[in-house]
Nanobody, 117 residues
Framework: QVQLVESGGGLVQPGGSLRLSCAAS????????MGWYRQAPGKQRELVAR???????NYADSVKGRFTISRDNAKNTVALQMTSLTPEDTAVYYC???????????WGQGTQVTVAS
C-alpha cells in the first residue's frame, strides 16, 4: 500500500500562482508514475500532469506552459507549480501514484483549489 498526502491548496486570485505538494509513504518502491488529477463540480476527473520515475513529463493541453510538475525520488514527493491560474482551474486536485505495471493505483484525499477574485 501507498499513502499519499497532499498540501498547498487554497484560494487564489485569477492570474495568481499556487504550489501543490504530495508526499508518498508505504510501499513506494513500486511507484512509477506520480501525478495530479483534478475534478471540478459536475465534471469527470481529468489528468493534469504526471511524471515518471525517470523524469518524463506529460501535461494536459489546458495547463501546458502554465503548470510544472516536479518529483523528488529521494524524498518521495511530487509537486505541481501552477501559474497564471484562471477560474477554470478551480477543482479538487488529487495526487496519484501508479505502479509500473498499472496494477496498483493510489490516490490522495484531494485538496481544493479555488481561483476567484
Amino acid at each position: 500500500q501507498v499513502q499519499l498526502v497532499e498540501s498547498g491548496g487554497g484560494l487564489v486570485q485569477p492570474g495568481g500562482s499556487l504550489r501543490l505538494s504530495c508526499a508518498a509513504s508505504g510501499s513506494i518502491f513500486s511507484i512509477y508514475f506520480m501525478g495530479w488529477y483534478r475534478q471540478a463540480p459536475g465534471k469527470q476527473r481529468e489528468l493534469v500532469a504526471r511524471i515518471t520515475s525517470g523524469g518524463t513529463r506529460n501535461y494536459a493541453d489546458s495547463v501546458k506552459g502554465r503548470f510544472t510538475i516536479s518529483r523528488d525520488n529521494a524524498k518521495n514527493t511530487v509537486a505541481l507549480q501552477m501559474t497564471s491560474l484562471t477560474p477554470e482551474d478551480t477543482a479538487v486536485y488529487y495526487c496519484n501514484a501508479v505502479s509500473a505495471t498499472g496494477s496498483n493505483n493510489f490516490w490522495g484525499q484531494g485538496t481544493q483549489v479555488t481561483v476567484a477574485s
